[in-house]
């Protein structure tokens, strides 16, 4: 009974968590007043799938029907909705298959979240949103493949953005006062950088990547995550806003994609190349320990046997 209890409560939870970040999205729609360049609730299904597993896909479809019914109608939620169930349960079973490590902390993951899990599955959803909203009659032939690339870079961001900081989020971080306070200190830093520079005419927003990288090198996913986060959402605040490009939806798309693709990636593949060099690091030094008392061990196993007093080592 608690089982069933704990499952339906998760699946629940999935749900709500969905329609919520839905609604956030939304907000920030450049398309039709749906279709968003920064789609959350996709990277928050895979990371969902990841940690609790395949029972909990009703949640996403749920959640996912109850943020588009009132949108389109039924008959293109019920597609919708499909696709945006189908997407991350790809991306899971694909990245599974492919030996994917929640950690992130080898390379190979961090490519294989990059390319199969966000640009790879989410073309699922991308296609059937598309065609969807266009056999409806919600959009015309030539919005197509506008529609699309938005949807796809969008789903393709909540995964690259959000998904990190779901399945990498320290559940129980402990630091010294000092490494404390220059977490947060980056953390500020980054929001107030990113307000500047999605918001300045200067359009200065390669200053977001020296604190992008210094939370990567000295935090990996712990601290880059959030501040990848912080950038994104920035950036498209500032676009739906309109103050992000001036000329016109396509050259804001391009730009704004292009920066935030280059800020999660920057994120990501850092920090797991961080993570490599430190466990390479650790594994030397444990293995010059064992060498040490290794040696430790002869030298006095020897001393025993000049002695006349062999003992057998420990």
């Avoid at 749920?62 to 293109?76: I, Q, Y």
């Avoid at 490494?179 to 200065?204: K, M």
Wanted: net charge positive; glycine share 8%; with cysteine.
């Amino acid at each position: 009974m608690n089982a069933a209890f704990r499952s339906v409560a998760t699946i629940a939870a999935v749900a709500l968590a969905y329609f919520a970040t839905a609604q956030v999205g939304l907000v920030l729609a450049l398309v039709g007043g749906q279709v968003t360049p920064l789609w959350l609730p996709t990277g928050i299904s895979v990371a969902a799938l990841f940690l609790f597993g395949g029972r909990i896909a009703p949640g996403i479809a749920l959640g996912a029907l109850a943020a588009n019914v009132t949108l389109n109608g039924l008959g293109p939620a019920i597609l919708i909705t499909a696709g945006n169930t189908a997407a991350p349960l790809a991306a899971w079973y694909l990245l599974t298959r492919c030996g994917f490590r929640t950690e992130l902390d080898r390379l190979r993951d961090a490519v294989l979240l990059v390319f199969v899990g966000a640009f790879g599955a989410m073309l699922v959803s991308a296609l059937v949103g598309a065609f969807a909203l266009r056999i409806f009659g919600v959009i015309r032939w030539h919005e197509v493949a506008a529609v699309f690339s938005v949807w796809w870079t969008g789903d393709a961001m909540g995964v690259l953005v959000f998904t990190p900081l779901l399945l990498t989020f320290p559940r129980t971080w402990r630091a010294p006062g000092v490494r404390a306070l220059e977490a947060a200190a980056i953390l500020v830093a980054t929001a107030g950088l990113s307000l500047f520079v999605t918001t300045s005419q200067a359009r200065f927003l390669f200053l977001v990547f020296p604190m992008l990288i210094w939370a990567a090198l000295r935090f990996q996913h712990a601290v880059a995550a959030p501040c990848a986060v912080i950038i994104s959402v920035a950036a498209v605040l500032s676009a739906a806003s309109g103050s992000f490009a001036e000329s016109g939806l396509l050259t804001t798309m391009i730009v704004l994609q292009a920066f935030n693709g280059s800020v999660a990636l920057t994120g990501l593949i850092l920090s797991a190349i961080t993570s490599e060099r430190n466990q390479a690091r650790q594994a030397i030094e444990r293995a010059c320990e064992q060498l040490a008392e290794t040696v430790t061990r002869y030298q006095e196993e020897g001393v025993r046997k000049r002695l006349g007093r062999v003992v057998p080592p420990a």
